[in-house]
């Protein structure tokens, strides 16, 4: 980052990194944040695949001016309110499978946390107190609280911390560019990696296992990677065959992203728990949230009718409001189709301009969830050095030039292109900010063969680089046991009907911006 995008005076924040300078976002314009000089930068990524409505949404902004014309706070211990009720109307209404209650909470981690409670009390519900095991994915992010952090599969963020995460299971991700062999098709692939979660389950012993934990669509470790066919198709044979609860972790890849509300819709199943928050409220509100099926939700009837957890500000009326105004407008202005249209144009324009680039490995995501691999070599799919920070590079070098993209780094490089240019993208008749769009992230990509500019400032958006580990190649061998000494038994799903790692980077695109043009 140049001097120019460097604050002068000393600050009292403890910001992301000490040793870097942050521009003063004062303002924002549909798909531009303004800084304090006045510098545009095109947020193509949604800062953190957040900002699916762009900023100032006027629609959202008054429903929040109203909400706090009306009340700003009740605590949940002694009310509800209208705007936490419609919310859950409105998320129960266009749920997946048999949900029938949400648990609101301030964002994605605190969603995990108490998915990951609500499973285990489940449990103790029904009389079965040992279960105890989670078992997620290598290469998975689930967020920076212990908890979240535990069953997530970055080797990087987890090594800090590890002498006191609880212990936590973890199979090999579905990463097909990487691990998909060259004599299997991809339902054959799927099925080889979500059978490891079965030798899993029999190794730990299925009577001791809660859940299952898997972002539907991999985000912001692995890079917006879609899974196989089939692939969670299995996830929920393997877990009803246990009775071991599936967790869908759709904190980033929900909520439109992907060009369906649910990316799990894509799947054909639908989850015990599922996590939402970003695109939930948009960035307007700090806000997440737990979807429980009415399975899970039948034991805490039966048992203590009482969920053993809480917070301050959960359900918080504000964040309630802005949420469902987000939600309201996603599906009043059928932004959904503008998702999978944009999306394809996106990915099209993606593979037309970069997909013969020397660093280009991969090009990937659904929806306007896109990423791009990058690799020192194609041919091999060498990773760059850790040690070059391209990813950072990258990060700085954009943003330089007025362009915000997402990007992870080490051992592989990726860069992100996004959303909000898809907005423009949209209300653009000739096209022309499409091209600067791609044109932007192309520029950037040439930055591989260049010298770090400034490595001070060299941070990614979440710490140093991690290290390579052989972690996803031993995730790549199959484990493909098909037994369960619990099968038979009633699904957890629904009791009544039955019914690496390593590190990585990605870049990441979300959004679903439509034509509100500033
Ligand atoms: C898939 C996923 N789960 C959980 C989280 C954590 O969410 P938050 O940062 O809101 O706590 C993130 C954040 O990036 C995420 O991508």
């Not at 095109?42 to 109203?66: E, I, Q, T």
């Not at 960035?283 to 939700?297: H, R, T, W």
């Not at 309201?328 to 996106?346: A, D, I, M, P």
Request: proline share 5%.
């Amino acid at each position: 980052m140049n001097d120019a995008l460097q604050k002068s005076t000393p600050s009292h924040v403890l910001h992301r990194s000490l040793r870097q300078s942050y521009p003063t976002a004062v303002r924002g314009d549909g798909v531009y944040l303004i800084d304090k000089s006045g510098r545009r930068y095109l947020d193509a990524s949604s800062g953190a695949a957040v900002s699916c409505l762009g900023h100032s949404h006027p629609a959202v902004l008054a429903a929040m001016r109203g909400q706090l014309d009306r009340l700003e706070y009740a605590h949940t211990s002694f009310f509800t309110t209208d705007a936490a009720e419609a919310l859950g109307d409105e998320l129960i209404a266009n749920a997946p499978g048999e949900m029938s209650h949400v648990y609101f909470v301030s964002g994605g981690s605190e969603g995990i946390e108490a998915a990951l409670k609500l499973a285990r009390q489940y449990f103790v519900e029904r009389g079965e107190p040992n279960r105890r095991h989670f078992i997620a994915r290598w290469q998975s992010y689930h967020g920076n609280t212990l908890g979240a952090l535990a069953i997530g599969g970055n080797a990087w963020r987890r090594a800090m911390f590890a002498p006191i995460l609880a212990p936590s299971q973890h199979i090999a991700p579905c990463y097909a560019y990487r691990g998909q062999r060259t004599d299997e098709t991809p339902e054959a692939y799927g099925r080889r990696v979500a059978d490891e979660l079965d030798a899993k389950i029999v190794e730990l012993g299925c009577e001791n296992v809660i859940a299952f934990v898997a972002e539907t669509v991999a985000g912001a470790t692995l890079g917006a990677v879609e899974p196989a066919p089939g692939y969670f198709k299995r996830f929920r044979e393997i877990c009803d065959r246990h009775r071991v609860l599936l967790i869908l972790d759709e904190v980033m890849c929900g909520m439109g992203r992907c060009g369906t509300l649910h990316a799990v819709e894509a799947e054909g199943i639908a989850p015990d728990l599922m996590v939402l928050a970003k695109g939930l409220g948009g960035g307007y509100a700090p806000i997440g949230a737990v979807l429980a099926s009415s399975g899970v939700m039948e034991a805490f009837d039966r048992g203590s009718g009482m969920f053993m957890h809480g917070h301050t500000y959960m359900g918080h009326p504000l964040a309630c409001a802005a949420a469902l105004a987000v939600q309201r407008t996603l599906r009043e202005q059928n932004l959904l189709e503008n998702v999978r249209t944009q999306g394809k144009r996106l990915r099209a324009r993606l593979a037309a301009r970069l997909s013969d680039h020397p660093h280009v490995g991969d090009i990937r995501g659904r929806g306007l969830f896109c990423g791009i691999e990058l690799v020192a070599d194609r041919a091999s799919k060498t990773p760059f050095d850790p040690a070059s920070r391209l990813h950072s590079r990258i990060k700085s070098e954009a943003m330089h030039r007025g362009l915000l993209v997402y990007p992870m780094g080490a051992p592989w490089t990726a860069a992100a292109a996004t959303t909000s240019c898809l907005r423009r993208l949209s209300s653009s008749k000739s096209g022309t900010s499409t091209r600067s769009s791609a044109s932007s992230v192309r520029r950037s990509m040439r930055l591989c063969q260049r010298p770090l500019r400034n490595p001070r400032n060299d941070i990614p958006p979440h710490g140093p680089a991690q290290p390579q580990s052989a972690r996803i190649r031993d995730g790549i061998s199959t484990a493909g046991l098909e037994s369960g000494a619990c099968s038979g038994q009633r699904s957890p799903r629904s009791p009544a009907s039955g019914q690496t790692q390593d590190s990585k980077e990605p870049v990441i695109a979300s959004g679903m911006k439509r034509v509100r043009e500033a």
